[in-house]
């Protein structure tokens, strides 16, 4: 179905094309979308789709094009990402960052800075880094909860198709039919709908992915892997940095190749555990998924 949601935004822009192989970006094709969880055991996580970190990126910056035909905006919508480390938001539990889980953002510059195809691609546009970075200047691309954007809104669609599995064809057709820029009341670009009834199916699917955020399973799962994660910086297999350089699927190939039998029996763990052996958890102040979108321009709470 991600095949279809890239559709109803057209071709990809030519301009857009020549960035898509840079690779800082060509590394997410391999750093999965759900937190390394693609490789856990399927009795607890069963994705309909693989969903690359690459593959919200683009549709984040496609998304974006398509509301504003600006194209600094849907440069900062492709690289919003960028420093995304391999398990994702199982670094930002590592680093016990439960409740903004935006720990990890700290490279994003350096890694611009050090893709010389990227900068070169900038240059052959007649752009500045400054242009696209931050990209937070953008706040039709990224703002603070409970606003939306479109990288909010892209994260709602992807994991209703790939994991809750809550949105149909008919649902993406209509919530990107209804989908309008506004002026916020900090004066700022935030997208909104144009349908209350979309607004609503939205905010339906956004709790249903909270529900699942905050649930025993995940939160377990999650811990579980930046357990794994930290075990092995310890024993030096890998550093936090790689994290940020590496793909996922070289981490788990140097995971498994480990001697350490504690690492391997959370691996075994994290491999084959059934949801009737995870103890329920005591949970942390984990981030809450809450949007209140506008709607014709006003901002709803239900």
Request: aromatic fraction near 12%; charge should be negative; include cysteine.
């Amino acid at each position: 179905m991600y095949s279809f949601y890239l559709e109803q935004f057209g071709k990809i822009p030519t301009f857009l094309k020549k960035y898509l192989k840079a690779p800082s970006l060509v590394r997410l094709q391999k750093v999965g979308y759900f937190c390394g969880m693609d490789y856990a055991s399927s009795k607890v996580y069963s994705f309909s789709e693989k969903i690359s970190r690459f593959d919200h990126s683009l549709s984040v910056s496609l998304f974006t094009y398509f509301l504003t035909h600006d194209k600094k905006a849907a440069l900062a919508g492709l690289i919003h990402d960028l420093a995304t480390p391999c398990f994702s938001h199982v670094i930002d539990y590592m680093n016990e960052d439960f409740e903004t889980q935006e720990s990890t953002e700290e490279f994003t510059e350096e890694i611009l800075r050090g893709d010389s195809y990227f900068l070169e691609c900038l240059e052959k546009d007649h752009l500045q880094l400054s242009d696209i970075f931050p990209f937070k200047q953008f706040s039709v691309v990224d703002n603070e909860r409970p606003k939306l954007c479109v990288d909010r809104l892209d994260g709602i669609i992807l994991t209703g198709i790939s994991w809750t599995k809550e949105i149909t064809k008919e649902d993406i057709s209509w919530i990107l039919s209804h989908t309008v820029l506004y002026q916020n009341e900090e004066k700022e670009v935030e997208i909104g709908f144009s349908s209350y009834e979309v607004s609503k199916r939205v905010m339906e699917l956004s709790h249903t992915i909270d529900l699942y955020c905050h649930s025993d399973l995940d939160h377990y799962m999650m811990l579980l892997l930046a357990k794994i994660t930290k075990r092995a910086i310890t024993l030096g297999i890998l550093s936090y940095k790689d994290l940020y350089l590496l793909d996922e699927e070289t981490v788990f190939s140097l995971l498994s190749a480990s001697k350490d039998s504690l690492l391997q029996e959370y691996l075994y763990t994290f491999y084959h555990i059934v949801p009737e052996e995870i103890p329920k958890q005591n949970l942390p102040n984990v981030k809450r998924r809450i949007i209140y979108p506008l709607v014709c321009g006003k901002r709803v709470s239900s």
